[in-house]
């Protein structure tokens, strides 16, 4: 029987495959179901730096979108902060797996202070999703900068380990990883599914599009994960969009990834889907004598090309020029 167990974020996992932040992962039940399915750990669902600060009575008053502020105050009572630190303490007393926290967050404003509340409720570690997106025309490293800065303040207020989750649109995602290393960071998740806009032409309103993600997307996950892996090797990569059956789970820690995160897949079809993901993901591992993780990670990544903007550009030319 293959060994499933992985490091990530230097925990040990008792199987690579995590149900990542969303509301699949709200309350003590659903984690129980959770931990009974199989998974190896579990990302709670976010709190937003706007309700942490809103309930430190710092909210946004020059808040340009009054029916943002209206949300987050709705939304706030009831999903208080309060209740997010039980839902820790709680969620610790009754299951074994770890639980990962999870702040969505712009700023490296005074919201900071409550991860060391959450680390004090027993969190397993703290996954950051920072979603920023640059409207004013100001370079790169201006955004870039305000990431590093947030994150150096985190790990200066917890010891446990420190997640990030991380959008694809980076001029130079290898040069973030990296850098996010060396400022703390205990581990990277590639990639976080932004918000995406759709307009409705009959109704001539902005809408949103799907939010849940469809196989296809796994292409650039998978790209991301060979490329890092091979060329960062001290941080642990968990792998996220696009992962809808064992193949992609396979697949990603073939190309080097520590864990791979699961969700819309479970939106579609149960979180006792993670059973099956599982158990396909052993057989696959038995049937080619792969006696454990450790064995499969990284034996596919980008590690046999040299340079592979060289090589994707060669696999570019061959396939396009081939075609009338
Ligand atoms: C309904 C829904 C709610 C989500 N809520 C969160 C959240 O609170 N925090 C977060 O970091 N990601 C959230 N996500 C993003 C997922 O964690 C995940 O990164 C994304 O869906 C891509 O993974 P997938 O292809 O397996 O769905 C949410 C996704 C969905 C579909």
């Known amino acids: 029987m293959a060994d499933l167990t992985t490091l990530y974020a230097g925990l040990k996992l008792r199987n690579p495959i995590i149900v990542s932040s969303s509301g699949l992962v709200d309350s003590v039940a659903k984690i129980k179901k959770i931990e009974a399915a199989g998974a190896g750990a579990v990302v709670l669902k976010s709190l937003f730096e706007e309700q942490i600060n809103h309930e430190a009575g710092r909210m946004m008053t020059d808040n340009a979108y009054p029916e943002a502020a209206d949300y987050i105050l709705n939304y706030s009572r009831s999903n208080s902060v309060d209740q997010y630190l039980d839902l820790i303490e709680n969620v610790k007393k009754e299951v074994n797996i770890p639980i990962f926290a999870s702040i969505n967050c712009v700023s490296d404003t005074d919201w900071i202070g409550f991860a060391s509340k959450m680390q004090a409720a027993g969190a397993d570690g703290l996954e950051l999703n920072i979603f920023i997106l640059p409207v004013d025309g100001n370079s790169s490293t201006v955004y870039e900068e305000q990431y590093f800065k947030l994150v150096e303040k985190v790990r200066n207020t917890i010891d446990i380990p420190l997640i990030i989750k991380m959008s694809s649109y980076f001029t130079n995602i290898l040069y973030m990883v990296n850098k996010l290393y060396a400022i703390g960071a205990n581990a990277v998740v590639m990639f976080n599914r932004l918000y995406e806009p759709d307009i409705n032409i009959e109704e001539m309103k902005m809408t949103s599009a799907e939010v849940f993600s469809s196989p296809s997307d796994l292409r650039q996950t998978l790209r991301w994960i060979s490329l890092v892996s091979d060329r960062q090797k001290d941080i642990q990569l968990s792998a996220s969009t696009g992962v809808h059956d064992y193949k992609a789970i396979v697949k990603l820690l073939l190309a080097g990834a520590s864990t791979v995160q699961v969700c819309s897949v479970l939106y579609k079809n149960g979180v006792d889907h993670l059973t099956q993901m599982i158990g396909d993901l052993e057989t696959w591992m038995d049937s080619r004598n792969m006696e454990s993780v450790d064995m499969m990670r990284g034996k596919m ?24």
Do not use: A, L, T, V
């Open 301 to 324: 990544s980008y590690r046999n090309h040299k340079d592979p903007g060289i090589w994707e550009r060669s696999q570019f030319m061959r396939y396009f020029s081939n075609r009338d």
